[in-house]
């Protein structure tokens, strides 16, 4: 509350030096209630988009109370509020009771030349394996599922032997879960499970 007014001024002389129109909150932050207030008090008169993903979501869905009350604020001040998923965009509506006029989906977007580069690095892969050949990227979190893949994978690996699974990401919260139900299902040989990779190799 005191360093609204100083905030305010430096957003103003910001729009003023850079002439924006628009302003695309990416990320949960605190960003968001800046730029809705400048708004709210004519500071901005842009358009204000939020971009939400999963984990933003599911951040804002855990507060209680008076914050989780500002953010439903947030959100129905917003000009748009972008998901990248349709099951994200109804979660979101649903979660902060919004009537989802402002609410959009636009699923993420691909580069062309990495896709090619992929399909290269793809009939690599498949000429050094001599059955099908499944690859996930996603971190090793609850929410992944990956739990789910390996109990499918366990049934698929016993109806076509030479199948083979590569689990790839980040480190997490599932990470000793996945390594031990792999073991579990008698899976080490066939399903390989790497993390820390740069974004470039996956």
Sequence with gaps: VFSLPFEMRRVWSLLRRFNIDVVNCHYVGTSELTWTLAKMFGVFRGKLILSLHGRDIRT????????HALWR???????????????????????FRLSG????????G????????????????TRATSGPYVLTLGTLEHKKGHDIL?????EVHAAVPSARLTIMG???DA??????????LGLSQCVSIRMGASHEEA
């Design 73 to 95: 604020w947030i959100l129905q001040r917003a000009d748009a509020i972008v998901a990248c998923s349709e099951g994200l965009a109804q979660e979101t509506i649903a979660e």
């Design 170 to 172: 980040h480190a997490s």
């Design 110 to 125: 691909a580069s062309a030349a990495q896709l090619a580069r992929a399909e290269e690095l793809t009939r690599e892969v």
């Design 150 to 154: 390996l109990r499918a994978f366990a």
């Design 101 to 108: 006029g402002n609410v959009r989906t636009i699923h993420n």
């Design 60 to 67: 804002l869905a855990a507060f209680k109370g008076l914050t």
């Design 175 to 184: 990470k000793d879960s996945t390594l031990r139900l792999r073991d579990e």
